[in-house]
């Protein structure tokens, strides 16, 4: 060939080639073949590369291949500060405040899966926009005891409300093209001791109550990462534990996503090699002074892992199935080229977090109506409690975040009612937390104060005798030893003397309503004395709008509570049995978790469950419904069979509102000891006053099944069941009986 033509020749096919994108770019080819390409392309070092951490909050991708870095956040609640390269510190950027969304408490006292997609959707759209790539949340350990520091975070006691929530959370944040990593897989539900706690539940207790949230979200919601949590479980760390992670998630689940360590929560390279950790974040924190070996190259499934592959000790299966399921987290993210450019800080994420708050905020207690408040010109309003004024989003450990704005409880007040009352006014009553820093991020609150709390009481009290209403605003906070990460509750009191200020506000007026800021039930011994009591959780940048608009009753409250709320700690099970010991925890109290304790007298269990001061799903609203009685599409079911029940629920007030309406089924005679009533179904409804609607609920076998531990199986047992349906765990409006066949006897 002429030397001119062979040049050309070279050219084109040099062209054809650079026009020919790889194969593991195609979005016409199916996900695993374009994750073969590039595995097949990946030399072993850029696989072990994509293993583990290169910064504290993102992993290396494969430069090489133009597979970008993939970048984590805290989550649940909004997007994280920035934080340095290596360190917790700040960043110190001046462009990351975001908006704060309610906790998670909060959106699960929704119960309204609506609200869960928009949360999950809004908050995908402000990580999106933040290039993040992997939210670190929802949390979903299960609400065990109310000193757990962590519960805000969380979704209550109950693994169905958890999980159907966790689903629409995940679906709306993935739409985004930002993985979701549902956390802390599994048995998290203390934080003292939390890196060393072996905590044991048997396999009634794990399969029915510890795992089904989690099971929903990575399943039904197709959560691309889930974390592990730090604690161990039966003498092994959950972030390389055979059992839950390889056995269970992987083997019996199925489920095809990432496992990412929590930070620090990696201990053993042999574990972390076989027992199911694909991805290890925040083992070490400094890769800035280690010499050659710096500490990202230190990690477990970093060089430790190569060597112990070119030695033979680790085999090429075992990194190929870790990197396939770190590639298949690019593929949905970072290497997602349609995923949509996202927002922050937009009046639609505003609203959305303050139409959260208002469908969370729970009525918790409303004596002759004391609520909504009757707001005129002569009106005088006296405000008491340091939460009124307390910035929250701030503090609580990693959910703490930076905020554009955040409206506080008197903020909101002002806001909606200047100008149309005589006044409106605000004393101190206790001194809490005034710190209103955390991790270098500060509130720029001054709430310092130097009156003791005999002073600020007596204000408080010859205040209170000239108010038409007092509204008290305290609770908990986010600082260590409350709702906060590291530490759990001391007590299950309110601190800071508070008992002793609200029963002396109640003496001077009947007008109290006691508002509870919170993500833990708290003792309420003065409860029989205050006419109105609001469980308000933390509710981010809109607190404030949100609780003024349900305290003028703009907004009607439909919030139900996601936990039992008992009346003293000895009250909750796991207390009771005295397993809540931190050294080796046992879950002795099995699966009667919070309401599932609730036993009918007569029982054969031992030992009657005394009645919470407010049950599990209650929540009162401006108005009443009326249930009618449940109607059964057939009374007579097989375990292949659907059931439908089906309620009509009428607004019997004179103002709109919305109610939850819940389904409980109980399985009264049952070869192992059940529930007297779990929750299989929920629905949030809109009635306009006089106004009716039907709510029909569809469950399938797997709505009346028990895990049985003897054959390692859920059982549906043939005989009666009752399909319950009310306003609350304890306020059942209907049953409706019908029976599950035997198999055979339908063939
Ligand atoms: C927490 C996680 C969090 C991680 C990263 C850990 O201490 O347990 O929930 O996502 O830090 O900040």
Redesign the pocket.
Known sequence: MKPLLLSLCTTLCVLAAMAQSPAYLDENLDIEQRITDLMSRMTLEEKIGVLHAQSK?SSAGVPRLGVPELWCT??PHGI?PEVKWDEWDQAGWTNDSVVAFPALTCLAATWSTDMALLYGRSIGEEARYRKKDVL?GP?LNIYRTPLGGRNFEYMGEDPYLAGKLAVQYVRGVQSNGVATCV??FCLNNQEWNRHGVSVHADDRALYEIYLPAFKMACLEGGSWAL?AS?NKIDGQHAGHNYRTLQEILKGEWGWPGAVVS???GTHNTDEAVSNGLDLE??TGTNGLYGGSRNTYDAYHLALPFLDGIRSGRYTRQQLDDKVRRVLRLHMHTTLNRHKPLGSILSPEHYAAACQIGQEGIVLLKNEGNLLPLKAESTTKILVVGENAVKMMTVGG??SSLKVQHEVTPLQGLHRRLDGRVACLTWDRGYVGDVSGSYNGVTTGQDLRENRPFSQLVSQAVSDARQADYIIYIGGLNKSYGQDC?GGDRKSYSLPYKQDSLITELAKINPNLIVVNISGNAVSMPWAKDVRAIIQCWYLGSEAGTALASVLLGDVNPSGKLPFTWPVALSDVPAHRLNAYTNGNEEYKESIFVGYRADRESGSKRKGQQPSPLFPFGHGLSYTTFAYSKPVLDKKTVTPSDSLTVSVDVTNTGTVAGKEVVQLYISDPESRLPRPLKELKGFRKITLAPSQTKTVSFTIGSDALSFFDPAIHSWVAEPGKFVAMVGSSSRDIRAKAEFVLTKPAENQ
């Open positions: 909050f805290d989550g994280r670190l949390g956390k802390h974390m730090y929590d930070w620090g974040f925040g450990g990693s990460e």
